[in-house]
């Protein structure tokens, strides 16, 4: 039985998350993927709400707020009240999440031995499947990547 796209997109996100998580454990580091876009928003050294973390991650603020709260649990983020508005928590890095930071960067920027290279070529492959046909998911890709090798990628094995 053929596959929908959305669970055809679901299980290409499944397989980049473990690639990506592998690769922060290769780089010795102890930290989650879905952190990053929390971490890139705070990344500036300004204070941020939630709201603010979310539309500047593109993410909706359920999500934000989900793992707002595992990175606070964790230690990589303290919160505390705006001066403005007490009922908004001010979101920041910790003296740990500072610390993390420059080994994060370090990961994402682009080395072609590296995972995080392997997950961009992936990300191309996608974008670049759907070059020519009628596929939302490819075209969204293409539209949000547009930057990237052309590379084939081949349909992973199941178990």
């Known amino acids: 039985m053929k596959q929908g796209l959305g669970t055809q997109l679901r299980h290409l996100i499944e397989l980049l998350d473990g690639a990506v998580q592998q690769s922060y454990v290769d780089a010795g580091l102890e930290y989650r993927p879905r952190y990053t876009p929390v971490m890139r928003a705070l990344a500036g050294g300004q204070p941020c709400t939630v709201s603010q973390v979310a539309e500047s991650a593109g993410i909706t603020q359920p999500a934000a707020t989900q793992t707002v709260a595992l990175m606070l649990k ?21 003296p740990q999440g500072k610390r993390l930071l420059p080994k994060l960067q370090a990961c994402w920027r682009h080395d072609s031995g590296s995972g995080f290279a392997r997950c961009r070529l992936a990300i191309s492959a996608v974008r670049d499947a759907g070059a020519g046909h009628c596929c939302p998911g490819a075209a969204l890709f293409r539209r949000t990547y547009p930057q990237g090798e052309g590379v084939t990628m081949q349909q992973p094995k199941r178990p």
Do not use: F
Not at 75 to 87: E, F, I, K, N, Y
């Open 74 to 94: 964790e230690g990589w983020l303290v919160a505390q009240a705006s001066p403005t508005d007490a009922r908004q928590k001010l979101l920041r890095l910790s």
